[in-house]
């Protein structure tokens, strides 16, 4: 398992990228991030994008790792605790700190365009 920790003014995904390089993660999986963000660009379900201004807390993260890139979900609370929740994209700035949980994976996970569904999705191998 790897734990690290960001710090302020970093952006959240080039950090988990730059973490995963450092560790050579070429398979693995987001268990937790706890922190808190100034601003947050997420992927909404619409396949739009959207920047909320902060500051945030983080209250729940998720994803994947794998040599293709990171498939991550976050959702993050306001100062009057309204949660929004989206695909973790580049702009979510880091305010005081992120400490994130990384497992690593003996599989082999892989991302495949589908015209399916428009975006790569996620191939398991064995």
Do not use: W
């Not at 994209?89 to 996970?109: F, V």
């Amino acid at each position: 398992m790897i734990i690290s920790r960001l710090k302020p003014h970093e952006d959240l995904k080039k950090g988990i990228i730059n973490i995963s390089k450092q560790n050579r993660v070429k398979s693995g999986i987001i268990i937790c991030i706890v922190g808190s963000l100034n601003s947050a660009t997420l992927r909404m379900a619409d396949g739009n994008y959207k920047t909320f201004m902060g500051p945030f807390e983080i209250v729940s993260a998720e994803g994947t790792i794998s040599a293709d890139g990171v498939h991550i979900h976050m959702s993050i609370s306001d100062a009057e605790g309204h949660v929004f929740g989206g695909h973790l994209s580049d702009g979510c700035i880091i305010n005081t700190t992120a400490e994130i949980g990384i497992l690593k994976s003996d599989k082999t996970l892989i991302r495949v365009f589908d015209p399916k569904t428009g975006y790569k999705e996620l191939i398991i191998d064995d």
